[in-house]
């Protein structure tokens, strides 16, 4: 129906839906009306053929305007020089009728003459001079005109022409019947501008148009209503058709005229309906995977949850783990074909473990969203576990292998929320703690919402915040264990760890507060932190004469902050320690994870005269050729090697092997903190 109105409005001028304008204002009163507003109200009681002929006088008008604004200025150059003429010819005509009575010394006839000539003219002056510069005749201005200009100007073939302003004198010789000068006669005018003369012009105009376009009115309107006719029954056909009729325009008329315009119409509304169906495949689905987007999936949530009547609506959602160090790894074309390959398995496992409707879609980077109307729990248990294994199968896509992994989280309606907004944030709760718990306590990556996991969701977003405020009052300071020498028990330095010293007086442990630092981004201030504190005690302990060096851990994010070499330099020149007393510590792990950034980082440090070291080493992620091309002073031997020796009989071998490997690199063991 909407497609139909559509074409019957382009048929009839293009009418624009409007909202509807208050009539009245805010004291009741009515609004005063705008000009264009009573014309377009005007017009539509007019109907078509009235436009047309509205249409047909304003354009004589727009004409007429055009004609009277471009008249004038095509007019102004020759305008002009008609008025210097005229002036000209004045001055000429003055010299010519005072010849005579001045030949015969009739000098009160030649002031009647002079005062005649200037009295018709706007502005008009005038004055005759003989050859000795006596005024004979003059009028009242003219005196000074003769007393002003050099009457020699006179002399010039023509005579002259001045202009002042708009006021135009001339000057012209009076030669008497034998060719002889005898005077000079001096005329000055102000004949109209041209503004002045076409104003008076328009006036005229305007009305014969205004009688024009009267008399002219009521021929216009019956011939354009006569000429429109078919226009305007076609669209009080369109107006009646069934809005069910889906039938073309071009079939419904005969007419010759009409008929290729309808045609026209009847494209246009099939090519604007395959735009519409296009742009709303575009707005409502994912182009990667030709799932429905996040939109579409969460109105379809709304309207499950809302229409579920009781009845249980899961709702799963899956996260692939990682999955932005695929996109890295891989480039995004790569990571593209993998969301595709992971879209399809989850159609798969959907129609493998449901045998009631299901809806699926892809609601983030790395995120789908599974809808089960009607579902139970055994069967949603049943579709994760089945998604989990085929997910984690191998991909091979373009001769490359590649393996992903996800997490679950799952929530149901009415049960943990009434509305489909709630019942994601509490699947997203609860995806959050199959990430965070789930995998290493019981082995599943998938948990299903319950009151408890919101409870430990506001805590630790109340950590989160707490952690936050902590860092901004400086809660979080260093404390210091010391390094011993086993053989003789001295004191050789000590290492910095930092502790949480919250206002209630608790000492919050670094397993606590690390975790939640790096993931809100806050570890490279916190580490920043630490660094400065750590410099300045063992600064301080060096004044007073105890020569001691300083450990401090360093977190693999704060690789990341592109800050952090300088941030190491401003602790060393501000707290004025020597770099050879600094020790910065990395775990193994994260030193074999990309050993080239860390080389990148760590050898501006080591040839300022920090020294490194590699924690927990051998804790079975070592990669020795890695290591090699790292600048490391110092390996720390884990716990459990130390502790293992009275116990475990090949802990002495194991033991040996590090031993060996770091004596043959020139590198120091020690071992790490009980």
Request: some cysteine; proline content about 5%; glycine content about 8%.
């Amino acid at each position: 129906m909407a497609a139909w109105n559509a074409t019957g409005f382009a048929l009839m001028t293009a009418r624009t839906a409007k909202a509807k304008i208050p009539r009245e204002g805010a004291n009741g009163a009515k609004a005063p009306k705008t000009f264009p507003k009573a014309v377009a109200k005007a017009g539509k009681k007019l109907g078509l053929a009235g436009r047309v002929a509205l249409i047909a006088l304003g354009a004589a008008v727009l004409v007429n305007v055009v004609q009277w604004v471009v008249t004038p200025i095509l007019l102004r150059n020759s305008f002009d020089n008609a008025r210097l003429t005229y002036a000209n010819g004045a001055a000429e005509q003055l010299a010519l009728i005072v010849v005579g009575p001045f030949q015969y010394n009739n000098l009160q006839r030649v002031d009647e003459l002079t005062k005649g000539m200037a009295k018709p003219l706007p502005g008009g002056e005038a004055a005759i001079v003989d050859a000795t510069g006596a005024i004979i005749g003059s009028t009242a201005g003219g005196a000074h005109l003769a007393r002003t200009f050099d009457l020699k100007l006179a002399d010039k073939p023509g005579g002259a022409i001045i202009q002042q302003g708009e006021t135009f004198i001339g000057l012209q010789p009076v030669i008497d019947r034998n060719g002889q000068r005898i005077g000079t006669a001096i005329l000055s005018m102000t004949p109209k501008t041209l503004v002045g003369l076409w104003t008076g012009v328009l006036v005229y105009s305007v009305l014969l148009l205004v009688l024009a376009l009267v008399v002219s009115a009521f021929f216009l309107f019956p011939l354009a209503k006569q000429a429109l006719k078919p226009v305007t029954d076609l669209e009080r056909g369109i107006r009646m058709r069934d809005p069910k009729d889906k039938s073309k325009l071009a079939d419904s008329s005969d007419d010759r005229l009409l008929k290729p315009l309808l045609t026209a119409i009847d494209e246009v509304h099939e090519r604007s309906e395959a735009a519409m169906r296009r742009a709303l495949t575009m707005a409502y689905t994912d182009p990667v995977t030709r799932l429905p987007n996040r939109l579409r999936f969460m109105s379809k949530l709304d309207m499950t949850v809302a229409a579920g009547g009781g009845a249980e609506v899961f709702l799963v959602i899956c996260d692939l783990d990682k999955f932005r160090q695929v996109n890295v790894t891989f480039g995004p074309r790569v990571a593209d074909l993998a969301l595709s390959v992971v879209a399809e398995r989850l159609r798969a496992a959907a129609s493998q473990t449901q045998s009631a409707p299901y809806f699926i879609g892809r609601i983030g980077a790395d995120q789908f969203g599974a809808i089960f109307p009607g579902g139970s729990r055994e069967s949603v248990e049943t579709f994760i576990s089945t998604m989990e294994a085929s997910i984690a199968d191998a991909l091979v896509l373009e001769g490359q292998t590649l393996r992903v992994t996800a997490s679950f989280g799952a929530a149901a309606s009415p049960r943990d929320a009434a509305t489909g907004a709630d019942l994601s944030k509490q699947a997203e709760i609860a995806l959050k703690e199959a990430k965070r718990h789930y995998g290493a306590q019981t082995g599943k990556k998938y948990a299903f919402f319950d009151q408890r996991l919101l409870d430990r969701a506001r805590a630790q977003t109340r950590l989160e915040e707490e952690v936050r405020e902590g860092l901004e009052r400086g809660e979080f300071v260093a404390v210091f264990q010391p390094k011993v020498k086993l053989e003789t028990g001295e004191l050789v330095g000590a290492e910095a760890l930092a502790r949480w010293r919250r206002p209630d007086g608790m000492v919050v442990s670094p397993g606590v507060f690390i975790p939640i630092a790096e993931e809100l981004g806050l570890i490279a201030k916190l580490g920043k932190q630490v660094m400065q504190d750590a410099c300045l005690a063992a600064a301080g302990w060096n004044r007073r004469g105890i020569v001691s060096s300083v450990a401090v851990n360093v977190s693999p994010h704060q690789f990341d902050d592109p800050d952090f070499v300088n941030s190491v330099y401003r602790a060393l020149d501000e707290s004025g320690l020597p770099p050879n007393l600094l020790e910065l510590e990395i775990t193994e792990s994260a030193a074999v994870a990309d050993p080239d950034r860390v080389a990148r980082t760590m050898w501006p440090l080591r040839n300022r005269g920090v020294r490194l070291a590699i924690d927990d080493f051998g804790t079975g992620h070592s990669n020795f050729a890695a290591i090699t091309r790292l600048p490391f002073d110092v390996f720390k031997i884990d716990q459990q090697f130390v502790r293992a020796l009275s116990t475990d009989p090949h802990a002495p071998g194991a033991g040996l092997l590090l031993l060996a490997a770091a004596a043959g690199r020139g590198v120091r063991c020690v071992r790490a903190e009980l």
